[in-house]
């Protein structure tokens, strides 16, 4: 059950996130035209057991407290793997080299540090982003070993992977994904509708002319959604797909905190905003919060209206409803 004053600060996150980052967008779709020599259209089209099934790897922190990553890892699975950015790195390091990878945030500073940051350094001052969420531990550590561990682990593997692009990427990320030998695929993420006026993805396809894909707001939704509607797998499960946090965990831990705060203010920042689900695989307690809730609902909505099915194999956190079935990974793959 939520309240009022929580609908409507999960109303509003569509315009804040279009606000905050309307300039980048658009100003990045334009200056990586230079790069796209290929777009998702071009992708070789799937046939046998690729084409049955696959399993997309998100970054929520169930990867890190279950053990979904090593049951993949340990197994004889010959469908698709599919990571986003924030996982690739961590499948690597349990021996896992995806088919595929999703990137999707235009943000200048972070999202390079999934791939390894040449400019981690500079990037990381006065940036608690990483060492304040409850996401992979080794990222918590800002250490310049760790980074340049990553640095060369994805060199070595990046040619043995699709990177799929979003054309409104940072530059940092483009130049990053190019050194380390990518073969790229481009596309356009759909930020609003296009038959409206004024539409910033109607603006930005003018410019690069890309096939558009939905994205629910997040990478992990998009990489899904990739999977279900662009590859036209038959069965897609997700791991990492949390869209919420252990009870015990404090809330000034949770990954939008900071912006929360500011919005709503320290002295009413109440349990309100951080409403619990319990987990119909696990029965254990999870919250979540106003824009992981919003997830949450545009993903349920895209199996809704397309009678898709989701087998979420995450083994924990708030997404489950209609058509999303919670099964063991194991007994998935």
Aim: with cysteine.
């Amino acid at each position: 059950m939520t309240t009022e004053s929580f609908s409507k600060v999960v109303s509003s996150i569509t315009d804040i996130g279009s606000d905050w980052h309307k300039a980048d967008i658009v100003y990045n779709n334009i200056k990586n035209i230079k790069f796209m020599r290929n777009n998702v259209d071009n992708l070789q089209e799937l046939s046998g057991l690729k084409r049955n099934s696959a399993v997309v790897v998100s970054a929520g922190p169930s990867l890190h407290y279950s053990n979904t990553l090593e049951t993949l890892a340990g197994s004889d699975y010959k469908g698709n793997i599919i990571a986003i950015d924030g996982s690739y790195v961590k499948c690597l390091k349990a021996g896992i080299v995806p088919d595929y990878m999703l990137t999707l945030d235009p943000h200048p500073t972070r999202i390079v540090r999934w791939f390894g940051d040449p400019d981690f350094e500079e990037n990381m001052e006065n940036d608690d982003y990483f060492s304040r969420q409850d996401l992979d531990i080794d990222f918590r550590d800002n250490s310049i070993r760790q980074n340049q561990e990553n640095i060369e682990l994805v060199n070595k593997y990046a040619d043995q992977t699709k990177l799929i692009i979003a054309s409104t990427s940072p530059s940092n990320v483009v130049k990053r994904a190019n050194a380390a030998g990518f073969d790229m695929y481009w596309w356009l993420p759909l930020v609003d509708d296009p038959d409206q006026e004024g539409s910033l993805t109607r603006e930005m396809y003018q410019s690069s002319k890309l096939p558009a894909m939905n994205t629910g707001g997040n990478v992990g939704t998009a990489a899904w959604v990739f999977a279900q509607f662009w590859l036209n797998i038959d069965k897609v499960a997700v791991i990492g797909m949390d869209l919420g946090y252990k009870k015990n965990l404090p809330y000034n831990m949770t990954q939008t905190y900071p912006e929360l705060s500011a919005m709503i203010g320290d002295e009413d920042l109440s349990s309100d905003y951080f409403p619990e689900f319990k987990n119909p695989l696990t029965g254990e307690v999870f919250y979540t919060d106003p824009t992981y809730f919003w997830y949450r609902q545009n993903i349920l909505d895209m199996i809704s209206n397309t009678d898709s099915i989701l087998y979420n194999c995450t083994e924990g956190g708030v997404l489950f409803g209609d058509n999303v079935k919670c099964i063991k990974l194991i007994d998935f793959l």
